[in-house]
């Protein structure tokens, strides 16, 4: 059979493309338009150039809230993964014990952002919420609205009670399909605990966990209903992130033309990380096979 | 070093077995000598893998004991019994090099790292892996990395017995051969006692002195190779070995003949006589396709049969014959002239075999 060539063909992608161009293309551009414009209305508008961006990387909040999310963004991180991989180490495999614990792991992935953060505000609240209450009684003047420290553990830990089940669901999966001849094997060559973890485990995991990894970073970089709802940004600008520092500008204060350089800046923020993690990690799995050569 | 003796060993995944198909190992005894190469040979599902697991030592059996040395083991975890074990799909430490692999066991025993070197050294030279030492063993391919599998097992000195689990169900067969043989040099340097699961009579037969065919969760035979050809102690022996397996023909004995359907057998008196004395219904006689002597004209003591087709196989061709309403298979040699239409059948006496009740009888000895 001869393979036939007809560059005609590539009409076939027209209509993915025009849907593409319809809701995303055209509105991204939008953006790149408002950012180098200064708009007043359907008539008047100036060439601004650069002017929106320069300003945006030199705002003094702006950089702070840069800051503050990528603190964030590490620390759920370096705490979500850890324990995502310890939670799916201890989940049973087998039986209706499994079925229950892998229910409740997923629980939380289910509730809508809003949902979480208005569950996380009554749940901390001094005088009804269960949690805020407790710790008042134990003699800790604790306060999400007064104190930044709070606010900050009390984000940090309603974003690892949220997304750590993704990280261990990905896990568990991995480590099911480890056929059991490995754990025998290691058994037999008297591996320790350790061991079996480091050298059997953890490689199989490397795949999802550079996926999970990457999901997380991009989730929690874009954070927005959970602390909006939980502390509104406060105290002060404390908890005040990328989103909501943009949604602020954009919708609070109409400066369309700054928040469109903004928004710019913050996509090339993510794809740059993204990027910059994902040929980290192919550099790796690359070196190590042309060390071999 | 270590003998292996299993006593009234049995074994049943199920909590509360009942009927003897709860079992996937019925009760049994056996030994398994120090020093010597055996095979354990069966179908899928027949319990070999089970068997080899309690030995191991990574399942518990339900009832009986499992002896090294005099010593019962049951209780003792894998780690606990110098064995080793190679499983069915090659087990490599991904992350490691080659050499690594091969230290591991050693390692984690904290023997001296001059030690490991050389044990490494060693057994890479054995299993000709040397050039590949440095690199890892994520990158192997798969008779590589079965290599290295082997070679953890190999490398430490207190293994008593290596056992392996159908290890070349993933090799190439050029490669294959290569390494069965190989198995069988390291045998003979090493002395070790060896198990060799396998459902392939070849395999089992290449690498063992002798064999345990494995039937239903019992060893039906216990032989060496030529033994369990010449003279299969089950009727599943005798179909499971060889090829085309043995041939069967329902008897009974009627008016002093010795009768398969309507067909009168010629058998010497001694069979007659214990087909006849038997209490039980089911007698078979076997015999193999090598055996049965083909003429293309009549002869005394000739039982006629009707031959249904021949399938020439090069050096040797098969021939398919009914014999009264039994179909048997038939080997002739290259070279024999190839009878066509009828033909006038012998069994050798000495090479017919009496079976009751599925196993083998001698005469007389009853």
Redesign the interface.
């Given at each position: 059979m001869s393979k036939v060539y007809n560059n005609r063909a590539w009409w076939l992608i027209l209509p993915m493309l025009l849907l593409v161009a319809f809701s995303a293309i055209i509105p991204l551009m939008t953006v790149v338009n408002y950012s180098v414009q200064d708009v007043f209305d359907a008539n008047t508008r100036f060439f601004t150039g650069t002017e929106w961006f320069k300003e945006m990387l030199n705002d003094p909040a702006l950089q702070a809230a840069v800051l503050r999310q990528f603190a964030f963004s590490l620390t759920v991180l370096a705490i979500e993964v850890p324990l995502g991989i310890g939670i799916a180490l201890i989940m049973p495999r087998k039986g209706w014990q499994a079925s229950i614990v892998l229910i409740l792991v997923t629980m939380p992935l289910l509730i809508p952002w809003n949902v979480v953060g208005s569950i996380w505000q009554i749940f901390t609240r001094g005088d009804i919420g269960l949690m805020g209450w407790s710790l008042r009684e134990l003699g800790y003047g604790y306060n999400i609205t007064a104190s930044p420290v709070d606010a900050w553990i009390t984000i940090i830990l309603m974003d690892v009670w949220h997304w750590t089940p993704l990280i261990a669901l990905l896990c568990y999966s991995s480590l099911r399909s480890i056929?059991d001849?490995?754990y025998?094997?290691a058994?037999?060559?008297?591996?320790?605990n350790w061991?079996v973890f480091y050298?059997?485990q953890l490689?199989k995991l490397t795949n999802v966990l550079v996926i999970g990894v990457l999901l997380r970073f991009m989730h929690s970089f874009m954070i927005y209903a959970e602390p909006f709802v939980l502390t509104g940004g406060g105290p002060g600008s404390s908890t005040t992130f990328l989103s909501q520092s943009l949604t602020t500008m954009a919708i609070g204060q109409q400066d369309l033309g700054p928040s469109a350089a903004f928004s710019l800046i913050y996509f090339l923020i993510i794809l740059l990380v993204t990027w910059v993690f994902y040929t980290a990690i192919m550099n790796m799995q690359k070196d190590?096979?042309k060390?071999?050569a | 070093m270590a003998e292996i003796v299993l006593k009234s060993l049995a074994h049943s995944y199920v909590s509360d077995p009942r009927v003897p198909e709860d079992y996937a190992i019925r009760e049994m005894d056996h030994i398994w000598h120090q020093g010597g190469a055996y095979a354990l040979l069966g179908p899928s599902g027949c319990g070999k893998s089970t068997l080899l697991n309690i030995i191991s030592g990574l399942l518990e059996p339900s009832r009986g004991d499992v002896l090294f040395d005099g010593e019962v083991v049951n209780s003792l975890p894998p780690e606990a019994r110098n064995i080793a074990q190679v499983f069915q799909f090659p087990v490599v430490y991904d992350t490691m090099t080659v050499y690594d692999n091969l230290a591991f066991p050693l390692r984690n025993v904290k023997t001296p790292e001059a030690r490991v070197h050389e044990r490494v050294m060693e057994v890479a030279d054995v299993m000709e892996l040397t050039a590949q030492l440095k690199r890892r063993a994520r990158n192997l391919t798969a008779d590589e990395k079965q290599k290295v599998s082997m070679g953890r097992g190999l490398v430490r000195d207190d293994v008593s017995a290596i056992l392996f689990d159908e290890p070349l169900t993933v090799i190439d067969p050029q490669l294959k051969w290569k390494l069965r043989r190989k198995l069988k040099e390291i045998h003979q340097r090493f002395e070790i006692t060896m198990v060799y699961v396998t459902h392939d009579q070849l395999e089992a037969s290449t690498f063992a002195d002798k064999i345990a065919v494995m039937y239903e969760g019992k060893i039906v035979q216990f032989g060496t190779p030529r033994e369990l050809f010449e003279k299969p102690n089950h009727t599943f022996v005798g179909y499971f070995i060889g090829s085309p397996g043995m041939n069967f023909l329902d008897v009974e004995a009627r008016e002093g003949r010795v009768m398969a359907g309507a067909m009168e057998l010629t058998v010497k008196q001694a069979v007659h006589d214990a087909v006849a004395n038997a209490r039980a219904t089911n007698i078979k006689l076997g015999i193999r396709p090598e055996f049965i002597e083909v003429l293309a004209d009549p002869v005394e003591d000739g039982m006629e049969a009707r031959i249904d087709y021949a399938q020439d196989l090069g050096t040797y061709s098969i021939l398919s014959l009914t014999l009264g309403n039994t179909v048997l298979k038939a080997r002739i040699e290259e070279g024999q002239p190839v009878p066509t239409g009828r033909a006038w059948l012998r069994f050798p006496d000495e090479r017919v075999g009496l079976y009751i009740d599925e196993y083998r009888v001698e005469p007389g000895h009853e």
């Open positions: 056929p001849a490995y025998q094997a058994r037999i060559d008297r591996a320790s061991s050298y059997i490689p190590d096979i060390a071999e | -």
